[in-house]
């Protein structure tokens, strides 16, 4: 049989491809038919410009907030709580993780506790960091770190467990000691579920940033977010969430390039 | 156990093979196997793998293990390595007993192991790596054994681009670059197509003619087994037992002409019979 498959058949077989150009149209249409929607509601009078601002709106509110520095200025506090929070979870996560999924008596000290720890929302503990360590950038940095530490700690550890132990008994008929099996095979072999799990959590961590800044904080994408909240200035708002998204993406992106650099053997 | 020199036109001696006793005498065993039991516990029920076996494996001789599968063959295997301890009984290299792995018997494992974060000049490279040996002296070895296995144009390839059939051939040059004093496989063709098996048997042969070094190869494929090995023990299903040591009678160099010989028909026939047994056994 060879008569060529048509286009709506290859749309509606599960899991057959279809041409690029066609992913890329259909990507764009979403997004048209969602700025087109919001359009639609804002400039046609549907919904009241004090609810649902419209895309004018923001983007005059971008250019507002842009010119008199504000946004930057709430950007890089934003930044830099996620960055730092992040780093310092990820710098003790990261080896401790590989040596909970490696040794069982790591594993067995660690895992109950760390288990129970990462069932209890972050939210809950925000009170209790403000009144331990105050409302400065500190406690904020405190929430992200919380926030991702253990779940952190969890995934790298399953990453660890999942590494062939036929790849550690071929190093160990090669002549690698202990020490050598862990630095030279283990971390490797690893290495790329790492960048995943770091890629994930990165995520996670801009939503417990935000979090932390609406509830207490004096700088920040959150906080002119809350300010805007209270000034019925709901385009501020929309423009906050907008950068956030795109800071998100950001990042994301980054740690796209990171893996395709770091572990080019596993892509 | 007994010990079974199938007969062949020309003498023993004409082809420069004895019988397992004069063929010990002639060179002191490298490897023994002395009384090895393993026993192990699964779901409260104690299941013994291998059942008091006792292996002599002179030196530079390629002996091979057959036996149906769950006859612990694989399990012999990993003890030699120092992968996995015996419940009782000795296993001995030279004159040191086997005491957790280590680079004098490497190894070739059925699964691909290769380490895919590094090159294949690099994972041939990995063991002189860790016993820090200089640079330039590596690259040699390195180029050598690259070069038997016929790997020189993908020193540069990570394993993800190669087929698995160049995989197990790192394999055999990343163990072989080790200079181990035992090479042991468990099953490294098992994994691969007829055809490229076929193309590794050969390979191996032509590599082992230039080398020479001692291997326990572990398969459940007879005609593997004759092709490859000095000598053959067939092994029992569980518990896994030696039943049966056979001297190939066929000279070497080999080629795979050679499956259609009286001899090798005359060795697999014996082992068929063996192992036939051995489903019988099973039944009841």
Redesign the interface.
């Known amino acids: 049989m060879a008569r060529k498959r048509s286009l709506i058949d290859a749309c509606l077989t599960p899991k057959s491809e279809v041409p690029a150009s066609l992913r890329y149209a259909v990507s764009t249409l979403t997004w048209l038919a969602v700025i087109g929607l919001w359009s639609l509601a804002t400039y046609g009078g549907f919904m009241k410009d004090i609810f649902l601002p419209s895309p004018t709106a923001v983007i005059g509110a971008f250019f507002r907030l842009f010119e008199d520095g504000t946004l930057q200025q709430h950007i890089w506090a934003s930044l830099q709580v996620v960055v730092i929070g992040f780093l310092i979870s990820s710098l003790i996560a990261v080896p401790l993780g590989l040596l909970m999924g490696t040794f069982r008596v790591v594993q067995a000290g660690l895992e109950p506790l760390v288990n129970f720890i990462r069932y209890l929302p972050v939210t809950s503990f925000v009170p209790l960091f403000i009144l331990w360590i105050g409302i400065g950038i500190e406690q904020r940095i405190m929430v992200i770190f919380f926030g991702t530490f253990f779940q952190q700690l969890v995934m790298i550890a399953d990453v660890s467990r999942g590494v062939s132990k036929d790849l550690l008994n071929a190093s160990y008929t090669l002549g690698a000691s202990r020490r050598d099996a862990l630095l030279h095979v283990l971390t490797p072999a690893a290495l790329p579920g790492i960048v995943d799990t770091l890629r994930i959590t990165m995520g996670w961590a801009w939503t417990y940033l935000v979090v932390a800044e609406l509830v207490a904080a004096s700088s920040g994408l959150g906080y002119i977010s809350m300010k805007a909240m209270r000034g019925f200035q709901v385009d501020v708002i929309f423009l906050a969430i907008a950068v956030i998204g795109l800071l998100g993406l950001f990042t994301d992106t980054v740690f796209r390039l990171v893996r395709l650099r770091l572990v080019p053997w596993a892509n | 156990m007994s010990v079974v020199q199938l007969q062949r036109e020309t003498s023993p001696a004409e082809a420069g093979i004895g019988t397992a006793t004069s063929g010990a005498s002639a060179t002191e065993p490298r490897l023994r196997i002395k009384d090895v039991r393993l026993e192990y516990s699964t779901r409260g029920k104690n299941v013994v793998a291998i059942d008091n076996i006792s292996i002599d494996v002179p030196d530079n001789q390629f002996a091979v293990i057959v036996g149906p599968s769950g006859c612990g063959k694989s399990s012999l295997l990993y003890l030699v390595?120092?992968?996995a301890e015996p419940t009782s009984g000795e296993i001995l290299l030279g004159n040191e007993e086997v005491d957790?792995?280590?680079?004098d018997?490497?190894?070739v494992?059925q699964?691909y192991?290769l380490?895919?974060?590094l090159t294949v000049r690099e994972n041939v490279e990995?063991?002189l790596k860790?016993?820090r040996m200089p640079a330039k002296q590596r690259e040699e070895i390195v180029n050598r054994y690259l070069n038997e296995t016929g790997l020189a144009a993908f020193h540069d390839a990570?394993?993800?681009q190669l087929s698995g059939g160049m995989m197990q051939r790192v394999?055999i040059a990343?163990?072989l670059a080790?200079d181990p004093k035992i090479l042991?496989m468990d099953e490294p063709f098992g994994a691969l197509d007829s055809q490229t098996r076929n193309s590794m048997q050969k390979l191996l042969l032509r590599v082992w003619e230039e080398n020479r070094k001692t291997v326990l190869f572990v398969t459940h494929d007879i005609d593997e087994a004759i092709l490859l090995g000095d000598r053959i023990y067939v092994m029992t299903a569980r518990p896994g037992r030696l039943k049966e040591e056979i001297i190939v009678p066929i000279p070497r160099p080999r080629s795979m002409d050679m499956v259609m010989d009286a001899e090798f028909i005359a060795v697999k026939r014996r082992i068929l019979d063996l192992l036939k047994n051995e489903i019988k056994d099973d039944e009841h």
């Open positions: 390595a120092g992968l957790g792995p280590g680079p018997r490497g190894m494992f699964s192991t380490f895919p974060w990995f063991g860790r016993r990570y394993p993800k394999a990343r163990a080790n042991l």
